[in-house]
Structures are given as structure tokens and as C-alpha cells.
């Protein structure tokens, strides 16, 4: 009972001190690795750096303490980060205070939802996600995973647009219009010491030398070089009059956020007292103002966009302030300082007495030092509702991805898994991660097989890799101020390459054609719809159903003949002639409501096409159940059939439908004479009578017949 409760206990028979030397270097070796990529990861779900480090604290080590995998790594992982800012992206702008708010809250639902499927061993609800739909889901969301990060790479800011494709090509325009050449190369060059070292020496943590090496860099070259300035010191008039005609519409938004807020709080009152007049009167003022919202949203937008393409060049002067001309408009004999700058514009006002101007690359910056506040998250039941369908599916995706790593690590190592245990794990990493100021967390394939390399006996690793992240949010986060963010954008593209899987595709379309073209079909359509990536898994949930529903409305049935190998098959699939006097009907599928009237169907085919049939043999082999409906329909075959003139007979019936079949009294009407175990005794007991009047010169029930 204990081991139930706190499955680490079982970690501590015949443990040992070599085992527990073991477990340290395995968690220190996952920590180097899970370090940088949880501050990359937190960046692509919209999060300041710093909230990967506090997901990576207490998740790993509760994941494993509660879960049944000894060398799952559990932590901050892509498609998990890429959701939970695909579905917070609607509710806040990323990287409030509203939006981190959120996110923690999430992650206090993710792990509530996956914690109660455990609790009441409701694994199997994960099945709802098929493999292909979950295949095509992947690949593209690593193609969108890795094409948000080019931005970072190529140093331009864009908003994001309606749909991915064109947050793209807004990007693609910056680019060409400016690239910041030493963010791209910096970027680059991770790239090249990441794959290098993967090949040359695969034991050295490549993340973390190329991590390194790139914040060394940066700090002795001056990568970061931002500044202040007044407004007055931007020598172009059209500039300023656009900074205020944009710090204008941003506080008519707020104001008209502010009214539509309170035009929201007087419909909910007028709702309550019933008064329909006033309820049109309130929500056409409401839709008023959400188009005046829209309509400053727009200008707000082009305004934003135009200050960012604006270069300056930057003179300093004698008193050591600077003057920022047009890059197209330095006066002639003016000595410029050689850099390009920008204005850092977000969605708040511009302060026009500090204006912040962008001389080099964009770093990681400062890291608040020590631990994370510990508090409940802040619990907004509207919020909750509207989260909720994500929450739903980030945990079985989450889940998804843990189970099948764990699953392929209990293949090598020969321990045994525990799915409901699993999620009790993941579902406690979330929630007490979510008391920290974590944001949802998942088993990582990449982190798993370092740990499985490095040789980790059990969970102990993972509470090892947790203290080294301790330690380094206690003592050492100032060192990773200068970090490039082109790195950390590096460091996700080089993650997400190992879940494009194309031979996917090929093995779904092999296995069967409808799987495939699922796939092909989630994919495509989570491309289309990002970053509303919940559309595209939905309508890949939706296809597969309806497969199912099909398949199951329409399940095989085979009329059997002999085989070379001397088994009844399907006559049809091998090109057999069929006996004109029995014909051995296989049903492949449970029988029940939605495709009994199909079973029926078939055989009044049967008794209306062939004429000389004088019996039929139900092969019950494949009708693993069966409902009320099923037993009905069967009465009613059984009844029609006889009546006639043609007999019926069952074989292979197991004991659940031999159950069903007692209780019914349907076996008295079958007439348990006419009940057998195999189809081979079926075809020896009604052959005589069938073939008195023997018209086949062989019979395909008994002797091979192939169609010419």
C-alpha cells in the first residue's frame, strides 16, 4: 500500500552507494542540458527566460518521485510550451503580467485534469489521440515551433498576425528590409557548435558549450548595446509626430478597454434583471465600441510597424548624449558611430523622455536571483472556463508524449509502466509546479535519453537535476545576463528537428490508406490554423471518429471458402469460388445498435441472390460482444431465414455472447444443436444434408477453388 502511494520506495530495494553516484552524475549530466533549453522553451511559450528555470525546479523531481518511469526527465518541453502560448495568446498580450498569470493557471488545470484521470485510471481516454492524427499534429507543429524563432535569428521584432503563415512573412519583409548581422551570426554559429560537437564528440552536452561560449562572446564584444534618449534628440520630425500619434491610439485603447469592460459588467446587470429593450440598447453600444477597439487596434498596428522599420544612425556629441538622424539623412561632414539603431516599441506608450534605442542584439538580460515565490495561482473562474479546452488538451498531449518515451525506455531497460501512476506523476509535477510560477511541463524525449545514457538507476536523478537548477537560480543566474536570445532561438530549431518525422506519414498510408490521409489532413490543417493549433488536433480527433464510426457501422463480413493453407478465408480477398449449397458468413466486429441492420442487410442479400442456398453458418469468431439490438436482429435473421426454407447455424460463439445468447433465450430458439465451436465442425455436420441433390462437381468447402 505504501509503494502505491509513494512509488519511490521501491526505488531503495537493494539500492547502493555506486547506484547512488550513478543517479548524481545522470541528474547533473540532464541539468546542463535542461538549463538552457527551459530558458529557450519559456521564450516560445511567451514567457520571460527565467520561467523555464522555475518550471525545471520542483516538476523533474516530483514527476519522478510520483510517476513509474525511473529515467522519464520531466520539464519544459516544445509542442507543450508552443501550446500554452497558442492558448493564452487570445486572453493576454504575451509577457504581461496577465499573460504569465494565466499561464501559471494553466498549469494548475493541466495538472488537476491529468492528476483526476489518474486518480480514477482513466489512461485510456488518451487514445482519443490517434498516432496519426498525433503525427501529423507533431510535424507541423515543429515547423511552426521552429519558423516562430526566425525573428530571434534574424534580430526584427513583428507582431504576430492573425495566422502563422503571415506572421511569417512579416518577418521574411523585416528581414529583408534590416537583419542585425551579428545576431544572425551569433545565432548561426551555435548552430555550427551544436551539430559539431553532436558528431564529433556526442558525451560533451553541446547546448551548453554553445550556450557558454555564445554569452563569453557576447559579453566581450559588446553584443547588447542599448541606450535612453529624449525625443527631442531624433532629428526627424515625421518621426515624432508618428511616436505620439502611436502613444495616442494606445491610450484610446485603454480607455476604450476600460468601457468596454464596463459595457460588459451592464449587460451581465441588465441579463439579471430581464429587461429586453435595454439589454440591445447595452449590447449595440457594446459592438460600438469593439469596432472603435478594432479600428485603433489597426492604427495602432501600422504605427508600431512603421517605427520599427525606421533606422537611425547615431552621432555622438561633445557633452556625451547622442543624436539619432535618418540612416538616409545624415547631414553631410557628420561622423556617424558605425551601428544602426531602432526604437524598442511594445504594446505600452513610448515614454518620450526615455525613449529606449536599440544599438546591437537582444540578450537574455537580468534574471531575478533566489527562488520563486511559492502561492497559490490566482484563480479566475471565467478564465477557467475559457481555458479549459486547453487544458484538456495539453494534458493528453502532454501525457502522450511522457507515456511514449517512458514506454520506449521500458522497452531497454525491462521495467514495468504504470500509465495511471504515470499521470498521477505528471499531474502533481503541474500542480505544485504551478505553486512555484511554472508554466505546464511534459516529459522530454531528448532529456530522457540523455538520462538513460548517462546510466540513471532510478528517479533519484531527476531530484539531483532539480538541486542543480536550485542551486543555479540560488547563486548563478547573473552569469546568463549577456546570453543572446538568437541562441536560445537556436537551441529550440536544433530541439524540435527530432520530432519531424516523415516516415510517419509513409507507415500510416502503409498500415491503411484513411490513416494516412488523417495525417496528412492534421497537418495540414494545424499549419492553416496556427497558431490555433486546438483546430487542427480537433479536426484530426473528429476524422478519426468518424473513421471509427464507419468502420464500425460497416464492419467486414465475408463469405468463406478453403485455402491453399486449409483455412476458411475470405473468398472474395483470394479469388475462391463459394459453395452454392452453404455459404459461411464471417462478421468481423462486435455487434451491436449502429451496425446490426448491417449484418441483417447481408444476409437477406444472400437469400435473395443465391438461389440454391440451403444453409447458412454464422462464423461468430470476429462478434467479440453484443447488445440488445445485436441479439434482436439476430432473432429476426434466424426466424426470417428459416421461414424461408433455408437453416442457420452459429459456430465460434465465446462465452460473452453464449451469455447473452442464454439470458434471451435466444440459444433455445437457435437450438443448441445448432451451435458450434469451430468452423470446421459447422461445415462437417450440415455438409450431408446440404449436398443430397449435389450439383458442384467439388465442393470450394472442402476442396481449393479458384475463379478462373
Known amino acids: 500500500m505504501l509503494t502505491r502511494i509513494f512509488p519511490f520506495l521501491a526505488w531503495f530495494k537493494k539500492y547502493n552507494l555506486e547506484a547512488f553516484k550513478i543517479d548524481a552524475i545522470s541528474g547533473l549530466t540532464v541539468a546542463l542540458v535542461l538549463i538552457?533549453?527551459?530558458?529557450?522553451?519559456?521564450?516560445?511559450?511567451?514567457?520571460?527566460?527565467?520561467?523555464?528555470?522555475?518550471a525545471s525546479f520542483i516538476p523533474p523531481m516530483i514527476a519522478a518521485l510520483f510517476g513509474s518511469s525511473r529515467q522519464l526527465a520531466t520539464g519544459p518541453v516544445a509542442v507543450v510550451s508552443l501550446m500554452t502560448s497558442a492558448s493564452l495568446e487570445p486572453l493576454a498580450t504575451i509577457g504581461s503580467q496577465g499573460f504569465i498569470a494565466y499561464a501559471i493557471l494553466l498549469a494548475l488545470m493541466v495538472g488537476i485534469f491529468q492528476f483526476s484521470l489518474g486518480v480514477f485510471r482513466l489512461g485510456l481516454v488518451v487514445n482519443f489521440l490517434s498516432h496519426p492524427v498525433v503525427n501529423?499534429?507533431?510535424?507541423?507543429?515543429?515547423?511552426?515551433?521552429?519558423?516562430?524563432?526566425?525573428?530571434?535569428?534574424?534580430?526584427?521584432?513583428?507582431?504576430?498576425?492573425?495566422?502563422?503563415?503571415?506572421?511569417?512573412?512579416?518577418?521574411?519583409k523585416f528581414a529583408m528590409h534590416y537583419t542585425h548581422w551579428p545576431t544572425l551570426i551569433m545565432g548561426v554559429s551555435a548552430f555550427v557548435i551544436m551539430i559539431g560537437l553532436k558528431r564529433v564528440a556526442p558525451k560533451i552536452p553541446n547546448v551548453l558549450v554553445a550556450v557558454v561560449l555564445a554569452t563569453v562572446v557576447s559579453w566581450l564584444i559588446g553584443f547588447n548595446f542599448d541606450t535612453t534618449a529624449d525625443v527631442s534628440s531624433i532629428e526627424s520630425k515625421d518621426t515624432r509626430e508618428l511616436i505620439t500619434k502611436f502613444n495616442l491610439s494606445v491610450e484610446n485603447s485603454k480607455i476604450l478597454g476600460e468601457q468596454r469592460s464596463q459595457a460588459s459588467a451592464d449587460i451581465d446587470e441588465i441579463i439579471e434583471k430581464g429587461d429586453p429593450f435595454a439589454l440591445i440598447d447595452a449590447q449595440h453600444n457594446s459592438n460600438i465600441i469593439a469596432a472603435k477597439i478594432e479600428a485603433l487596434k489597426h492604427e495602432t498596428g501600422i504605427c508600431k510597424e512603421e517605427i520599427r522599420n525606421i533606422l537611425f544612425a547615431g552621432v555622438k556629441q561633445s557633452e556625451g548624449k547622442m543624436l539619432f538622424y535618418l540612416k538616409d539623412q545624415v547631414p553631410e561632414g557628420v561622423e556617424t558611430d558605425g551601428r544602426t539603431w531602432r526604437i524598442k516599441v511594445k504594446n505600452d506608450p513610448l515614454n518620450t523622455s526615455k525613449l529606449t534605442m536599440i544599438g546591437g542584439g537582444a540578450i537574455v538580460g537580468a534574471i531575478p536571483e533566489g527562488l520563486p515565490k511559492f502561492s497559490l495561482p490566482t484563480i479566475n473562474f471565467k478564465i477557467v472556463m475559457k481555458l479549459f479546452p486547453f487544458a484538456a488538451i495539453i494534458s493528453l498531449l502532454g501525457f502522450m508524449e511522457a507515456i511514449s518515451i517512458a514506454k520506449a525506455m521500458a522497452a531497454k531497460t525491462g521495467q514495468r509502466l504504470d500509465p495511471n501512476q504515470e499521470l498521477v506523476g505528471q499531474g502533481l509535477a503541474n500542480i505544485l509546479g504551478s505553486f512555484s510560477n511554472g508554466y505546464p511541463v511534459s516529459g522530454s524525449f531528448s532529456r530522457s535519453a540523455v538520462n538513460l545514457q548517462a546510466g540513471a538507476v532510478t528517479g533519484l536523478s531527476s531530484?539531483?537535476?532539480?538541486?542543480?537548477?536550485?542551486?543555479?537560480?540560488?547563486?548563478?543566474?547573473?552569469?546568463?545576463?549577456?546570453?543572446?536570445?538568437?541562441?536560445?532561438a537556436a537551441v529550440i530549431m536544433m530541439a524540435v528537428m527530432g520530432l519531424i518525422n516523415v516516415s510517419g506519414f509513409i507507415h500510416s498510408m502503409k498500415a491503411k490508406w484513411y490513416d494516412g490521409t488523417i495525417s496528412i489532413i492534421s497537418f495540414i490543417c494545424t499549419l492553416a490554423f496556427a497558431p490555433h493549433l486546438d483546430k487542427g488536433i480537433m479536426v484530426g480527433v473528429v476524422l478519426s471518429l468518424c473513421v471509427f464510426l464507419y468502420n464500425s457501422?460497416?464492419?467486414?463480413?465475408?463469405?468463406?471458402?478453403?485455402?491453399?493453407?486449409?483455412?476458411?478465408?475470405?473468398?472474395?480477398?483470394?479469388?475462391?469460388?463459394?459453395?452454392?449449397?452453404?455459404?459461411?458468413?464471417?462478421?468481423?466486429?462486435?455487434?451491436?445498435?449502429?451496425?446490426?441492420s448491417y449484418l441483417e442487410d447481408q444476409i437477406t442479400d444472400r437469400l435473395m441472390n443465391k438461389k440454391d442456398l440451403k444453409h447458412i453458418v454464422i462464423v461468430c469468431n470476429g462478434i467479440n460482444d453484443i447488445d440488445a439490438s445485436g441479439e434482436e436482429t439476430l432473432s429476426l435473421v434466424v426466424e426470417r431465414t428459416r421461414s424461408g426454407g433455408v437453416d442457420i447455424s452459429f459456430s465460434g460463439v465465446n462465452e460473452t455472447v453464449m451469455k447473452v445468447f442464454k439470458r434471451t433465450h435466444l440459444l433455445e430458439k437457435i437450438g443448441e444443436d445448432h451451435i458450434y465451436p469451430t468452423m470446421e465442425k459447422a461445415v462437417c455436420s450440415v455438409y450431408d444434408e446440404t449436398h443430397t441433390d449435389n450439383k458442384e462437381d467439388m465442393c470450394p468447402l472442402r476442396t481449393v477453388c479458384r475463379i478462373a
Open 36 to 54: 538552457p533549453q527551459s530558458m529557450a522553451y519559456a521564450q516560445l511559450a511567451g514567457l520571460p527566460p527565467y520561467y523555464g528555470l522555475y
Open 553 to 596: 457501422m460497416r464492419p467486414k463480413v465475408a463469405s468463406l471458402s478453403l485455402h491453399d493453407d486449409e483455412a476458411l478465408r475470405d473468398s472474395t480477398v483470394f479469388g475462391l469460388k463459394q459453395c452454392h449449397h452453404i455459404d459461411m458468413v464471417r462478421f468481423d466486429g462486435p455487434l451491436f445498435f449502429a451496425n446490426a
Open 463 to 488: 531530484v539531483f537535476t532539480s538541486m542543480t537548477v536550485l542551486i543555479t537560480l540560488m547563486f548563478f543566474t547573473p552569469l546568463l545576463y549577456y546570453l543572446p536570445q538568437s541562441v536560445l
Open 136 to 172: 501529423g499534429f507533431t510535424n507541423a507543429a515543429a515547423i511552426i515551433i521552429a519558423t516562430s524563432q526566425l525573428s530571434k535569428m534574424f534580430g526584427v521584432s513583428v507582431d504576430n498576425a492573425a495566422h502563422h503563415y503571415e506572421t511569417i512573412a512579416n518577418v521574411i
